[in-house]
């Protein structure tokens, strides 16, 4: 079973940066693409970014594109949300998930971590 625990979250001043960290399992570094949702009060939970495993290829929504960063350190199993230029939209609990088929339909994830984001 693999297990996904997600740190950094925190709060910070509109403009600032913060740093995710998605611990894993081995095994979901060896084979899975890895993910980054959020979902902020009152919302739905959205897709943010993705990093397959094969080629390295990342996804991002188009709200966080040139201002977040998603990669992977497979030596270390984990993965990493780099987000700057933050702002109070972002706000949002930040979950990472693994898709261990390549399908996009995530098999796996952590128990979230709660960014703020204040203006």
């Known amino acids: 079973q693999v297990q996904l625990v997600e740190s950094g979250g925190g709060l910070v001043q509109a403009g600032g940066s913060l740093r995710l960290s998605c611990a894993a399992s081995?095994?979901?570094?060896?084979?899975?693409?890895m993910g980054w949702f959020r979902q902020a009060p009152g919302k739905e939970r959205e897709f943010v970014a993705r990093?397959?495993?094969?080629?390295?290829?990342?996804y991002y929504a188009t709200s966080v594109k040139g201002r977040f960063t998603i990669s992977r350190d497979n030596a270390k199993n984990t993965m990493y949300l780099q987000m700057n230029s933050l702002k109070p939209e972002d706000t949002a609990v930040y979950y990472c998930?693994?898709?261990?088929?390549?399908?996009?339909?995530?098999?796996?994830w952590g128990q979230g971590t709660q960014v703020s984001v204040s203006s």
């Open positions: 998930a693994a898709d261990s088929s390549g399908d996009f339909r995530y098999d796996y």
């Open positions: 081995r095994r979901t570094f060896r084979c899975y693409a």
């Open positions: 990093i397959t495993w094969s080629s390295g290829n990342t």
